[in-house]
């Protein structure tokens, strides 16, 4: 180095330093040692930014199935509850095959029980398919339900390769692009097959476990119905014996209380009355002399006036009743309506003295049309009125006796029997237990 370069402080150059420097080869081994690492640390960088990027494609395709799941399963969810709501109303088999088509995807379907104990099999319900549910399964429907019979996994065909041992469809409304079939099973046993076809794009295991999921609900909700119809004839079957023990006490009765049951009817259904009143006044009416039972034959078929303490007792079946009907539980909501049926609107009735609104609207129908009944029925203390006079003594203590709403309607009423040529038989004027049993009449049979 020469001195004027020292003398500037200028830096020692490489090719100013001899070659077998031992510092300078310690630099350059330094120096390619880093370069080395540096490039590792780039490749590894790298490596680690394409593993990330992975992993959120992983994280994002992970979070995408969770809310798929999550939405398949709160569809689900509330699927299986409008299954067990239609215990209450409206048409179950149908309700489940639109659950099953719109959790599935799928745009046509079909409900098929499945003809257990030597039951017919039958489409109960169908949606895009020509001739159901009114005509019977097909060949191939049949092969379906005796395939699923014997295994409990659903059939899924995405191509036409696909179970080809089943016999070819013959309706062409059955030639479908693909098809998910599934058992619905009840305590092991085939209750019913739904099959649902024409997805666009495939059926898969997830659409496979839901119609599985939807069937298992669906039989537990068929059960409950039929156990429901059972629980609801065995009460039928008590009102009818107490009826009949009632008006087996006095043969001036004889169909006097079914008489004032349908008229009853009649005027609810004018008030638009909800089910559950409509059949408290429907069975009130029915069952409104039902405490008769302990009044003695002598007094209640005595031809004469009745004495004072006769009256009482007459009296004393109103609470009598009340007590009876107690008994029964699905009939405790027609036991207050029993109870008042003798008030008077104007509130100097018996047994409570209860006026106006007070008195259960089931009680102001039944003192109506009861009265009217008595009126123009023969009794063993009186002759038959005729039905001009039952109409102008109801129009007349309307307001003192009887509520002035329900006579009008009352009166309505008769005029509308008169040019119906009432006969009693009229399918509407059937009497349903079922709202007084917590659920609404079912419009579905189940066999």
């Known amino acids: 180095m020469s001195e004027d370069q020292s003398a500037k402080g ?9 070659s077998n420097d031992p510092v300078l080869s310690v630099l350059h081994e330094a120096e390619s040692r880093y370069r080395a690492a540096v490039d590792d640390l780039q490749e590894e960088t790298q490596a680690r930014e394409v593993e990330l990027a992975a992993l959120r494609v992983q994280i994002r395709q992970a979070r995408d199935r969770e809310r798929q799941e999550r939405e398949r399963a709160d569809g689900l969810a509330a699927a299986l509850r409008d299954v067990h709501q239609v215990i209450s109303h409206g048409d179950l088999y149908a309700l489940i095959l639109q659950v099953c088509l719109r959790l599935t995807g799928a745009t046509r379907g079909l409900y098929i029980t499945a003809g257990t104990h030597g039951c017919t099999r039958r489409v109960r319900a169908a949606v895009g398919i020509e ?7 097909s060949s191939w429907l049949d092969a379906i339900c005796q395939r699923l019979a014997g295994q409990d996994n659903p059939l899924i065909r995405n191509r036409s390769g696909d179970h080809d041992d089943l016999p070819l469809s013959t309706p062409t409304s059955e030639s479908f692009q693909n098809f998910l079939a599934a058992p619905v099973l009840l305590l092991r046993d085939l209750h019913g097959v739904i099959v649902v076809a024409d997805k666009p794009g495939e059926f898969d295991g997830d659409d496979a476990q839901t119609l599985l999921h939807v069937g298992s609900q669906a039989a537990v909700a068929a059960e409950n119905i039929q156990l429901r119809q059972k629980l609801q004839n065995a009460y039928l079957a008590t009102v009818s014996v107490l009826a009949d023990a009632m008006e087996a006490k006095d043969p001036y009765t004889q169909g006097h209380c079914e008489m004032v049951s349908r008229y009853a009817g009649r005027i609810g259904r004018r008030l638009a009355l909800d089910a559950r009143q409509m059949t408290i006044v429907r069975y009130a ?9 302990g009044v003695s034959d002598g007094i209640l078929n005595k031809p004469g006036p009745l004495l004072p303490a006769e009256r009482d007792l007459v009296r004393s079946h109103v609470r009598l009743g009340h007590d009876l009907i107690l008994h029964v539980p699905a009939l405790a909501p027609v036991a207050d309506a029993v109870l008042h049926h003798h008030e008077w609107y104007d509130g100097t009735g018996y047994p409570d003295g209860l006026r106006g609104a007070e008195i259960p609207v089931a009680a102001r129908i039944v003192c109506v049309v009861d009265s009217y009944g008595a009126m123009i029925s023969r009794r063993s203390y009186k002759e038959a009125y005729g039905g001009p006079y039952a109409r102008a003594e109801l129009s007349r203590c309307a307001g003192t006796q009887f509520d002035p709403e329900i006579v009008d309607n009352f009166l309505a009423a008769l005029d509308e029997i008169d040019t119906e040529d009432f006969d009693g038989d009229r399918e509407d004027d059937e009497i349903e237990l079922a709202p007084l049993l917590g659920f609404e009449k079912e419009h579905t049979e189940i066999t």
């Open 131 to 137: 001739g159901y549910p009114q005509s019977p399964p």
């Open 10 to 18: 200028m830096p020692i150059m490489p090719n100013d330093l001899p």
């Open 285 to 293: 009416a029915l069952l409104h002399d039902i405490g008769k039972i």
